[in-house]
């Protein structure tokens, strides 16, 4: 398996305009979380999906950001507008609860290096 | 809540020497416990995974921790550092209650000097 694919690797914006952001989880993994990591904060969870339904999304940060998962093997992370506080490392992970229940690795993509000036 | 504390966030070692990167952790229960690692510019990679089958787990690249419950700690270690474990090191234990969430720490960076 490729592993998590993310795309873009980079992008860089202006303030104000639409981003997406893009994860292809491992095939066959049921749950998918989105993250941001910054220096400041560190690494934040945003969102996550189990089976497609979005469990918790209490870590997104404001109604600037929306994620989807149409599919089991394609997720989006929507910034609109976007702000130049928005920059950081996102990355997108995946994971199969396996017979020992909870705590399962999860795997992670390179990321998606955002940059709004 | 759980939550999980790197008591070091910058680890410097000689090449060859000792790698301690040390983790306590919180939980109410019997956690899962994962020491993630970041090489600059990557993705999160799992290093080993604690899941009450043994205390001392042994991860990959000849990096090991061992879980004390009566210390409430998860210490990462390793014999011999090499320059390529240069990176930033991540605690990390699972939240209770089935869910698949995981707290993460605040990373322990390990330079490594020649």
């Known amino acids: 398996d490729a592993g998590v694919i993310q795309s873009p690797r980079h992008e860089v914006t202006e303030m104000g305009q639409e981003v997406t952001l893009r994860c292809k989880p491992i095939?066959?993994?049921?749950?998918l979380f989105w993250y941001r990591q910054t220096m400041m904060r560190g690494l934040e969870l945003l969102i996550y999906?189990?089976?497609?339904?979005?469990?918790?999304d209490s870590g997104m940060p404001e109604d600037r950001f929306s994620a989807k998962m149409p599919n089991a093997s394609f997720s989006t992370l929507k910034i609109q507008p976007s702000e130049p506080r928005d920059s950081a490392v996102y990355f997108c992970?995946?994971?199969?609860?396996?017979?020992?229940?909870?705590?399962?690795?999860?795997?992670f993509g390179p990321g998606t290096r955002l940059t709004v000036l | 809540a759980q939550s999980v504390t790197q008591l070091d966030s910058h680890v410097s070692v000689s090449e060859g020497t000792p790698v301690l990167l040390r983790c306590n952790y919180s939980?109410?229960?019997?956690?899962?416990l994962f020491w993630y690692v970041q090489h600059p510019n990557k993705g999160l990679q799992l290093l080993l995974k604690?899941?009450?089958?043994?205390?001392l787990v042994k991860g990959i690249n000849g990096f090991e921790a061992e879980f004390k419950k009566s210390e409430t700690s998860f210490h990462l270690t390793k014999p011999s550092a090499h320059m390529s474990d240069a990176a930033e090191y991540f605690c990390?234990?699972?939240?209770?209650?089935?869910?698949?969430?995981?707290?993460f720490g605040k990373g322990t960076k390990l330079t490594v000097n020649p």
């Open positions: 604690y899941t009450s089958a043994a205390t």
């Open positions: 095939s066959g993994h049921d749950y």
């Open positions: 939980s109410s229960y019997s956690p899962s």
């Open positions: 999906f189990n089976n497609n339904v979005p469990i918790d």
């Open positions: 990390v234990v699972s939240e209770e209650g089935g869910s698949e969430k995981l707290v």
């Open positions: 992970a995946s994971s199969l609860i396996g017979w020992e229940g909870l705590g399962n690795e999860q795997f």
